[in-house]
Each structure stands twice: as structure tokens, then as C-alpha cells.
């Protein structure tokens, strides 16, 4: 718990002073990893999606999310939330819900 809330306060901080640039300069770096860390946040305030292996890049406001969910539910959602985030120009979800054996 010590080491979640240490990393909610570095989230925290860094958002508070990474700024984006101003939309005459286009993206940048700064805004992107802006965006991602809100991404990461608001999937792991999500229960469902909280222990889930989800990694998101962006580049240029789009977002690609990719590894693996529970259910299609939680896929779609993780899409949903990334699309709400500010500063997100579009999202790829290419999550996947791993293969379950068969019980033949």
C-alpha cells in the first residue's frame, strides 16, 4: 500500500508540472506523457481494470492500448476511459483476453 500511494504522488507531481505545448507547436513529448499518465490513472482507478496488464503508448495524442483484460467488457471500457482522457486524439485498443484451456 506504502509503495501505491509513493507512486500516486510521483503521478501526482509529474502532472502537476509537465505542461503541453500550445496547439500552434503541435504535440509534444511533455503532452504525451501527460496523457498517458492519465490513461494509467483512470484505468487503475477502474476495479475492474485495476489488475489488469494493460500498457498504453501514445504519440502525437494517439493512443494505443495492448495486452490483456478479464472479459470484452473490460476491454471496451479500457477504450472508453482512454477516450475520455483529454488531450486524446484517438485510441487503437488492441487488448485481448487470453486463452482460456479447453475443458474437453
Known amino acids: 500500500m506504502r509503495r501505491l500511494n509513493r507512486w500516486l504522488i510521483a503521478l501526482g507531481s509529474a502532472l502537476m508540472f509537465i505542461s503541453g505545448s500550445s496547439p500552434a507547436e503541435g504535440p509534444s513529448v511533455a503532452s504525451d506523457a ?36 478479464n472479459t470484452m467488457d473490460d476491454i471496451a471500457m479500457a477504450g472508453r476511459l482512454a ?4 488531450g486524446v486524439r484517438t485510441v487503437r485498443n488492441v487488448i485481448r483476453v487470453p486463452v482460456q484451456p479447453s475443458r474437453v
Not at 487503475?44 to 494505443?64: C, F, H, N, P
Not at 477516450?83 to 483529454?86: D, G, I, L, N, Q
Open 83 to 86: 477516450r475520455a482522457v483529454p
Open 34 to 69: 501527460t496523457i498517458t499518465a492519465a490513461v494509467q490513472l483512470v484505468l487503475w482507478k477502474e476495479g475492474s481494470l485495476a489488475g489488469t496488464d494493460i500498457r498504453i503508448e501514445t504519440a502525437y495524442g494517439d493512443v494505443t492500448l495492448r495486452g490483456f483484460a
